[in-house]
């Protein structure tokens, strides 16, 4: 592990470290927050992923994540959306291929090779972040747009893996959504079985969450109608999953609506994460 740049922020330490992955096989970065609670042993991790076309950078500078891990004494850590370099498949679309994880592993030609995204984090990072930062056995996730498909999704997946679940404007029935078909075709194939383990409105109905689930949605969202919240909602009503879901209104896509709910998505899981 490499680091690439350190700085304090809010009494902790905001890091940016590289490796090479085993998963992906290439150069990964990713980017962790320690809270100044870690000085005194392990705390509890939170898992952020981010949508298309970002890094690991974007929610790291505009989310205001920080302040309130460093309130509530989380660490935060950040993936990248995807493999990355010159010998990684990419597309000319925004949304496939680099910066277009979808946190799938990739079965099919040209992504398989790199495209492994959901092993990366659901294994090779956090084994990474666990061995190398002050971070308990106390994980939670949460992400936005393609991130939040990721968080639900992966949550879902892995049992026990993680113990408080959140998502900002998630993209939530992928399935029925061009937010969804074009990559999981792309990076599934064709045979329409093999995504429905990666759409969270059916992993709902299917697998079904242990504890209860934050969403928050903007009512102004450019891109509502890919995101399919409805479906999740009525899947979240259907199997009695506990829920909050919150329709902000006014609210857009961006990071302005993330940073503006930063702070009562680490406060819920920093309420689960404790015990
Ligand atoms: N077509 C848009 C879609 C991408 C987009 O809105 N991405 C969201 C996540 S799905 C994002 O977080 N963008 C990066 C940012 O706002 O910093 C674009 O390329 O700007």
Not at 162 to 170: D, G
Request: aromatic residues 12%; charged residues 15%.
């Amino acid at each position: 592990m490499k680091t690439i740049s350190e700085n304090r922020c809010f009494g902790g330490m905001q890091g940016v470290y590289s490796h090479e992955s085993e998963a992906c096989g290439c150069e990964m970065t990713f980017a962790v927050y320690m809270p100044p609670q870690a000085q005194d042993g392990p705390v509890p991790c939170l898992w952020y992923l981010s949508g298309l076309t970002c890094t690991h950078e974007n929610a790291m500078i505009k989310a205001g994540l920080q302040a309130h891990a460093a309130e509530f004494g989380l660490a935060l850590v950040f993936p990248d959306t995807s493999p990355r370099g010159e010998g990684v498949a990419n597309d000319e679309a925004y949304d496939l291929g680099q910066g277009a994880g979808f946190y799938v592993n990739a079965t099919e030609t040209p992504w398989a090779p790199h495209f492994q995204m959901e092993s990366y984090v659901a294994s090779e990072l956090r084994d990474l972040v666990t061995e190398n930062f002050a971070i308990s056995v106390h994980h939670g996730i949460t992400g936005h747009s393609m991130g939040g498909h990721g968080a639900l999704t992966l949550a879902m997946k892995y049992p026990g893996h993680y113990q408080s679940l959140s998502a900002f404007a998630p993209i939530a029935n992928p399935t029925q959504s061009d937010w969804g078909r074009k990559q999981l075709g792309a990076y599934l194939g064709g045979d329409e079985s093999a995504w429905t383990a990666h759409d969270a409105t059916l992993l709902l109905k299917d697998k079904g969450w242990s504890g209860d689930i934050l969403v928050d949605q903007g009512a102004d969202d450019q891109f509502y109608d890919l995101l399919k919240p409805g479906a999740l909602v009525a899947a979240l009503t259907e199997t009695k999953t506990a829920h909050s879901y919150r329709l902000q209104e006014g609210y857009d896509h961006s990071y302005y609506f993330v940073s503006t709910f930063a702070r009562d998505h680490i406060a819920w899981h920093a309420a689960r994460l404790k015990g």
